[in-house]
């Protein structure tokens, strides 16, 4: 019986410490830095969001059918004789697999029966044939016939796969569909495949970097993506800059480069062709480091054609996904996509198992974001270890609001390419009281002149409830165009799409009523806000962090394909999705409570035109008469310079640390990069806070390297190891660290690093750990979820008379938790009167509120009714889910690293994916697909789809028809995105296979 392989989803004491500046000139022994390999976990496979999302702009030419497809991606002379999937795995594939294992075809239903037994049992026929019952050795021939083998089984594999749709494709005249209802118009990203006789073959073709852009070329590019630019991006031609910005001697010379264009010039694109060349041309892995989880899935999704037809690979690294380490493939080259965070957890990775070298290229999109607080310490830190580590990667780093480009090329050693194009024009606008002002930049500055006045026909009512005529510059351009309206905060922004409801005209409200029928069904069902369900009956919605996941992604669809016009948002849509307006109208300046910067004013502003959605672009920034003087100031202040954060509040005492810094230090000394002294100060020289020094605020390296040091020994996360006692130049109690001195990471530092934490925080879950394995209550999972709930609590406080009345109503694994954490009937009392509770810290408190939103989730209540009895918004609730299903994975991969932690880890591996989506086991899977969430998920399992495979096999017609609501390119959607799950399996079983033939010929 072939055994089926299962893939996952995947008390520090005080201490005297004295740094000893001894120079020393045996030093150059000490500035070697060689990885430390350690054994490779097991990895989860790769996560499937590889379809490409379409929105309807209107045109309707089909896809042309005859477009080459790279050799090697689907063989059509197979594909020819397949009528169905079963029919061909019984006839062509059990064919292939009887050659590889009699014993596993018979039993080859399913992609996922191919485990490692195929080739274990396979191995062991060749090898006894060969010697004689001498399993420890294996001949030459025996392993070059098994490899053929086995490499001949996987691509007729992937094959079959792709060929599934060979039937649909040939009786489909046009690939995507237009006439479904626009909540599913999900397109399908598939091309029509021709074999060509005379075709050449181009899996193997290398282009000379010299001749990147002749005629047999497109911009250095195999010819074939000519034609997959145009199918999918409708792009012919580049602009002037973007040829000249990829002929550019840095690039050419692969030297590093920052380019700077304003928002919506086209500067991803230009990143796209240099990671195809890295890929295709120069066979390294590139990998795109981007801000935002949905950027990270849309470029997933637009990406994906490409590395179907071009061979390559696309691998998302975003909350819980991807590999840590990437999976080693030697057939394919990759794109990581990837957060910022898991950037640099990949890279770190990396660096451990020696393997750096594979990346070639590093591309940063919103490179402005490394001055920011928080995560742009963690870029600082990644973009550093790069640069220390090796200088053959090239970096790329672009931006639209960068204020000091020289400063920030000097510290990636970079050269400068900045333009000042926009495809569409941008019309700028002030409304100073009824006086609508337009702003003119100049050399000189800003200025503003008069345009018109406003005169709308408003009731004294009307003017009464609109002072500021929000209504009358949204009627401007509504229906027919889209607006953008940039609020404040979040009830602002409910508030004021309240308010364009009331004032819009009925030509607004008879617009695409259909339509806006079914976005409003679809959003009551995901448990919307009765407010919301009702403003998309007149073509208005608000859009903000409060929302779940599923109202946005409807939301964000809909204003697309113009069924809704208006959308009023908070400022961090701006930089988070990518949804351009004809219109964008800034509300008032301020951001939350603080006073809109010139970065924030350019992301808003950008998202006005675009090209091929609208001729011109306007924006209008509405200002009261005492805001305009310090506005004024504002726009032609000039872009603030983006400063380093990593020493962010770091004290010369040292009782404040700043945590990116120590980080950096840590990470550096576990991975054997930095592990003196001498290497560590070379380190921060390399770092942006070294490079760019603030003039008031000048930066001691020295002075940070040695306070970093001692609070990791203080800590308990690094251990002193002094090589070269005999030259103390300090007294000391405890330790003393010399420029010889080698420092090591201790357990604790070892385990923080694995779990990818602050040390603070491993050091609490430790703490918690240590409790709780003394009285752990397993009546249900209430108390492993209160473990893994944020420790900042996600800001949530709750009111404690609605907590008395959540305590009322414990069960009896709640209550004995509840006790366990310290919180008693005496605390529940003094919540209901009021009376402040000194026994249990607050952050406990908080945390076991969460925890018991996390336990009604887990019992797969709804999550409109979690929202409801928690009083938290739905978008909240999702994220902290989220983020406790991210640090359940932390902690499990922790407590790997510490042997008496076994327990807890294994407690911890079912935890972290069943808390992913807080779902039925038997949903977990389909869940996996894009754009499924439960209710799809739900709908798919009643009507006998209980796996990937099904949809696989599915067709469109049967898939709609027994799913309700369902469009064909919402079928077709989900029926490729499985196709695409089947294949990457195929892809992690042949990287296994490769493994174990590496490690063979060890």
Not at 31 to 42: A, C, E, Q
Not at 690 to 709: F, G, H, R, W, Y
Not at 749 to 772: H, N, P, R, W, Y
Request: hydrophobic share 40%; aromatic share 6%.
């Amino acid at each position: 019986m072939t055994k089926k392989r299962r893939f996952g989803i995947d008390r520090s004491l005080q201490r005297n410490i004295h740094i000893l500046d001894i120079e020393n000139h045996d030093l150059a022994s000490s500035n070697s830095r060689p990885m430390s390999p350690l054994d490779k976990p097991d990895d989860p496979p790769l996560p499937c969001n590889q379809i490409e999302y379409l929105c309807d702009s209107g045109n309707t030419s089909s896809i042309s059918s005859n477009i080459p497809c790279s050799p090697g991606v689907l063989d059509c002379s197979v594909i020819r004789n397949i009528e169905k999937w079963e029919s061909f795995v019984s006839r062509d594939l059990n064919t292939v697999l009887n050659e590889v294992s009699s014993t596993v075809c018979r039993e080859f239903n399913e992609i996922e029966s191919i485990s490692d037994d195929i080739f274990y049992s396979k191995l062991n026929q060749e090898c006894s044939q060969i010697n004689c019952g001498n399993n420890a050795l294996l001949t030459s021939e025996c392993e070059k016939t098994f490899k053929e083998k086995v490499e001949h089984t996987f691509e007729v594999v992937n094959q079959s796969i792709c060929g599934l749709e060979s039937k649909e494709n040939q009786a489909r005249s046009s690939l995507f569909e237009t006439k479904d209802s626009f909540l599913l118009d999900i397109k399908e990203s598939s091309i029509v495949l021709e074999e060509k006789d005379n075709q050449p073959k181009t899996s193997n073709l290398k282009i000379v970097e010299s001749k990147l852009c002749d005629n047999k070329s497109f911009y250095g590019l195999p010819i074939i993506t000519k034609s997959l630019f145009k199918t999918y991006r409708n792009i012919e031609k580049f602009y002037d800059w973007q040829e000249e910005c990829l002929n550019l001697d840095a690039i050419r010379n692969r030297h590093n480069l920052i380019y700077a264009l304003p928002t919506s010039g086209g500067k991803t694109l230009v990143a796209e062709v240099l990671m195809l060349r890295e890929v295709l041309n120069r066979k390294q892995n590139a990998l795109f480091i981007l801000p935002f989880v949905a950027i990270v899935q849309e470029k997933i999704w637009s990406l994906s054609p490409f590395a179907v037809q071009l061979e390559f690979l696309v691998e998302e690294y975003a909350g819980g996904k991807g590999h840590i380490p990437p999976k080693k493939r030697r057939k394919k080259n990759s794109i990581y996509i990837a957060t910022i965070e898991k950037g640099l957890a990949l890279v770190r990775s990396l660096i451990e198992f020696n393997r750096l070298d594979e990346i070639g290229l590093i591309v940063v999109d919103e490179l402005h974001l490394i001055g920011e607080p928080g995560r742009g310490g963690t870029l600082e830190t990644l973009l550093s270890t790069v640069i220390f580590a090796t200088k053959a990667i090239q970096i790329v780093g672009m931006s639209a609001t960068i204020g000091n480009l020289p400063e920030l090329a000097r510290f990636l050693k970079a050269e400068v390419y900045q333009q000042d194009f926009r495809p569409v024009q941008l019309k700028e606008y002030v409304k100073l009281g009824d006086v609508l002002h337009k702003i003119l930049w100049s050399s000189e500055g800003m200025e503003i002149v008069p345009d018109r006045q406003l005169a709308f026909n408003y009731s004294a009512a009307g003017a009464r409830l609109d002072p500021d005529w929000l209504g009358g510059l949204v009627a401007e351009v509504v229906p027919k165009g889209s607006c953008l309206v940039f609020c404040p905060t979040k009830r602002n922004c409910e508030n004021v799409a309240s308010l364009l409801c009331k004032l819009q005209r009925r030509e607004m409200a008879t617009h695409r009523c259909v339509d806006r029928e079914a976005l409003e069904t679809a959003l009551r069902a995901d448990g919307a806000s009765g407010d919301l369900a009702r403003a998309v009956r007149f073509g208005v919605a608000y859009h903000h962090a409060g929302l779940s996941s599923d109202e946005r992604t409807l939301l964000e669809h809909a204003f697309r394909s113009g069924v809704i016009s208006v959308l009023c948002c908070t400022s961090t849509l701006a930089a988070g999705v990518n949804l351009p307006a004809q219109r964008v109208i800034i509300r008032a300046p301020l951001v939350g409570r603080d006073f809109v910067t010139l970065s924030a004013y350019r992301q808003m502003v950008g998202r006005a035109g675009r090209a091929g959605v609208c001729d011109i672009g306007e924006s209008i920034i509405i200002s009261s008469s005492s805001d305009w003087p310090r506005l004024c100031s504002v726009l032609g202040g000039g872009l603030a310079p983006a400063r380093s954060v990593l020493a962010q509040h770091t004290s010369l005492s040292g009782l404040s640390r700043s945590t990116a810094l120590d980080g950096l230090v840590l990470s550096a000394i576990a991975l054997k990069m930095a592990n003196t002294r001498p290497l560590v100060r070379e380190l921060l020289e390399c770092t942006l806070m070294a490079t760019v020094c603030s003039d008031n605020s000048p930066i001691d390296v020295k002075q940070l390297c040695d306070e970093s040091i001692s609070s990791l020994i203080k800590g308990g996360a690094v251990e002193v190891i002094n090589r070269d006692s005999h030259k103390p130049v300090v007294s000391n109690r405890d330790y003393v660290v010399y420029n010889t001195s080698e420092l090591a990471v201790s357990t604790l530092g070892k385990a923080a690093i694995k779990g990818c934490m602050e040390l603070s925080i491993a050091k609490q879950l430790l703490k918690d750990l240590e409790v709780a394995s003394q009285s752990l209550v397993l009546m249900g999972s209430l108390h492993l979820l209160y473990l893994v709930t944020p420790h900042d609590y996600a800001g949530i406080r709750p009111d404690y008379r609605h907590y008395y009345s959540l305590y009322c109503n414990l069960d009896e694994e709640e209550v004995q938790t509840a006790k366990i954490l310290g919180i008693t009937e005496m605390n529940a009392i003094r919540m209901m009167t009021g009376k402040p509770i000194t026994n249990v810290p607050e952050k406990v408190l908080c945390r076991f509120y969460l925890a018991l939103m996390l336990h009604d989730l887990w019992k797969q209540v709804p999550f409109p009714a979690v929202a409801d009895k928690y009083c938290i918004p739905r978008g909240t609730v999702q994220s902290v889910m989220s983020s406790s299903a991210s640090f359940a994975s932390c902690a499990h991969r922790m407590c790997e690293e510490l042997e008496q932690l076994w327990s807890f880890k294994a407690l911890f591996a079912e935890l972290a994916p069943r808390l992913q989506h807080c779902a039925a086991p038997e949903l977990s899977q389909l869940m996996e697909l894009p754009a499924v969430k439960k209710a799809r998920a739900l709908q798919l399992l009643r009507a006998g789809y209980k796996r990937i495979e099904d949809l696989a096999k599915a067709n469109v017609e049967d898939l709609t028809s027994a799913i309700m609501h369902l469009s064909r390119t919402a079928a077709n959607h989900l029926i490729s995105a499985a196709r695409m799950m089947l294949i990457e399996k195929v892809e992690n079983l042949r990287a296994e296979a490769e493994d174990v033939m590496e490690e063979l010929n060890a």
